[in-house]
C-alpha cells in the first residue's frame, strides 16, 4: 500500500469515527447509543474483513512467487 493509499485510508477511517460518534452523540436514549455503537463495531468489523481477505491475496501471491523462485533456483543449480 502507497503512503497516499494510507493516508487516505485513515482519511476514511477518522470519516466513519466521526460520523458514528455522531449518531451516537444524538441518540436520545441508552437503548439507541447501544444500537448505534452496535453498528459501528459491525462496520469496522466489515471493513477489516475487506482488508484481512486483500491481505491474504497478498500473502498467496507471495508464497506462490517464493516457489516459483526456489523452483528456478534449483533448477539452476
Same mark, same amino acid.
Given at each position: 500500500?502507497?503512503?497516499?493509499?494510507?493516508?487516505? %485510508?485513515?482519511?476514511? $477511517?477518522? +470519516?466513519?469515527?466521526?460520523? &458514528?460518534?455522531? =449518531?451516537?452523540? #444524538?441518540?436520545?436514549?441508552? @437503548? !439507541?447509543?447501544?444500537?448505534?455503537?452496535?453498528?459501528?463495531?459491525?462496520? %469496522?468489523?466489515?471493513? $477489516?474483513? +475487506?482488508?484481512?481477505?486483500? &491481505?491474504?491475496? =497478498?500473502?498467496? #501471491?507471495?508464497?506462490?512467487? @517464493? !516457489?516459483?523462485?526456489?523452483?528456478?533456483?534449483?533448477?539452476?543449480?
Amino acid at each position: 500500500m502507497t503512503w497516499e493509499n494510507t493516508l487516505r %485510508e485513515r482519511r476514511r $477511517a477518522k +470519516r466513519r469515527k466521526d460520523h &458514528h460518534e455522531q =449518531v451516537i452523540a #444524538k441518540a436520545d436514549t441508552s @437503548r !439507541k447509543k447501544l444500537s448505534a455503537a452496535c453498528g459501528w463495531l459491525i462496520t %469496522e468489523a466489515w471493513q $477489516a474483513g +475487506r482488508i484481512a481477505e486483500v &491481505h491474504a491475496w =497478498v500473502l498467496e #501471491k507471495v508464497h506462490e512467487i @517464493r !516457489k516459483e523462485a526456489n523452483r528456478r533456483d534449483s533448477n539452476a543449480a
